[in-house]
């Protein structure tokens, strides 16, 4: 069973944000935004120059031009190593189709996969793709639960 809590609100916009976003940092700002909106869909919530707040569907993320403050360490790509973001979408298999239209490279192609969690096993079908600069996106659907 998927369980979804309430998304906070902020009072000043009566916006509704979802509870985890992350920022990512983009050696070529204008590039990935061409990357996230006009390939993958994502629309842009709100901007000011370095940086932008996109959505699509319920998914969120930030996205900010290298050289800010969040920096730690030197940025050697591909960034976002070790991490993988999992994006539900309403039709994966159009947007895949789009993503490949683009001669964007996949990371893992169309696929349909079972996870087990406990005495369940939830199906998907997904695909992976690397963002401009390595960032790995896990684009996915629910196609149902089994048991395991």
């Not at 629309?43 to 319920?58: I, N, S, T, W």
């Not at 963002?131 to 196609?143: K, S």
Request: aromatic share 10%.
């Amino acid at each position: 069973m998927r369980h979804h809590n309430a998304t906070p609100k902020s009072s000043a916009t009566n916006q509704t944000w979802a509870a985890l976003v992350p920022e990512l940092v983009c050696t070529d700002l204008a590039s990935s935004l061409r990357f996230w909106c006009d390939i993958l869909g994502f629309a842009v919530r709100y901007d000011r120059p370095g940086f932008a707040y996109l959505h699509l569907g319920g998914a969120e993320v930030m996205l900010e031009q290298a050289g800010g403050h969040w920096e730690t360490a030197p940025l050697d790509p591909p960034l976002g190593r070790g991490i993988n973001f999992q994006i539900e979408v309403a039709d994966v298999k159009t947007l895949h189709d789009r993503v490949v239209a683009a001669d964007v490279p996949l990371f893992r192609p169309l696929a349909t996969q079972w996870y087990r969690a406990k005495d369940q096993q939830f199906g998907q079908t997904e695909f992976l793709v690397a963002a401009p600069d390595g960032y790995l996106l896990r684009f996915m659907q629910h196609i149902g639960e089994k048991p395991a």
